[in-house]
């Protein structure tokens, strides 16, 4: 049996056990050993997906170097130096696009969340940087019961779309209020850290809900290149950054969202 198919029985088994709100503990690895550990460690693997769907949030360290944090920037920079702030629905093949969520227009939305966000698609000219995430992407997949390759090449008419997303928090305005993630094409919510708490920024960032049901803010685990997931249906937001004028939150997000395609598209769920 392959290990995505072992991985969806495990967490169609906690679709009956558990409805987890919060996060249990902290899990760590090397971004390389999980790739091991996916690949070919059976009895590890079954105990690590074992561990998210029951709440652990899974701290992967070291998935991108110096040089790729620069090039991911680079890619968000560039689109907002060639076009405006503009924003497209997802029901055929759009173009790459950034905008600036704004508080006005971040009423618009059901979680109101106010950032710089790049959206990058799979079928536009950005194939060194799909190339580069999709090799941990593919990881994440698997470790949530899908396919590696699972929407890589969708289209909008199929109902599913991969999006990255590169996003500034700014200093004294971004903010996430506390929200689920749907969990029906994607078992897990994936964060990427692109920048250090205490050096780009002062304050704020990410956190999570614990056992406890307190707001317990990780953001301080992460160094510039590491990543984080958990299970999609965690309570988890990102606190108003802190710090001077200029200073920004740097984040990595990756979703398989439903298109607007679909008539009753599943989206951020505020909690």
């Known amino acids: 049996m392959d290990n995505f198919a072992k991985a969806k029985i495990i967490w169609d088994e906690a679709d009956r056990n558990l409805e987890c709100k919060h996060f249990s503990k902290i899990v760590e690895i090397d971004f390389h050993e999980l790739e091991t550990v996916v690949a070919e460690g059976a009895n590890m693997f079954t105990s690590l997906v074992e561990e998210l769907s029951t709440g652990a949030f899974l701290v992967i360290r070291s998935c991108f170097s110096k040089e790729e944090i620069y090039f991911i920037k680079e890619s968000m920079l560039n689109l907002q130096e060639k076009t405006e702030s503009t924003f497209y629905k997802m029901d055929r093949l759009i173009p790459d696009y950034w905008r600036n969520i704004t508080p006005e227009i971040a009423k618009k939305y059901s979680v109101p969340i106010v ?42 008419e199929e109902g ?16 996430l209020p506390a929200h689920q993630d749907p969990d029906h094409n994607q078992r897990l919510f994936i964060s990427g850290y692109l920048s250090k708490q205490g050096h780009d920024f002062m304050g704020g960032g990410f956190w999570a809900l614990n ?54 598209r599943k989206t951020l769920q505020a909690a």
């Open 115 to 156: 950032k710089q966000a790049a959206y990058f698609f799979p079928w536009n000219d950005q194939k060194e940087l799909f190339a580069l995430i999709n090799r941990r992407w593919r990881l994440y997949k698997v470790l949530g019961g899908r396919s590696e390759d699972f929407a890589e090449h969708s289209k909008p």
């Open 160 to 175: 599913y779309v991969d999006r990255i997303q590169v996003v500034q928090y700014h200093a004294n305005s971004g903010y």
């Open 211 to 264: 056992s406890k049901k307190e707001q317990q803010e990780l953001e301080g685990l992460f160094l510039p290149g590491d990543m984080g997931v958990g299970s999609a249906r965690i309570i988890h937001g990102v606190n108003k950054i802190q710090g001077k004028g200029g200073d920004i939150r740097w984040f990595l997000g990756l979703y398989t969202n439903d298109s607007d395609c679909v008539k009753k």
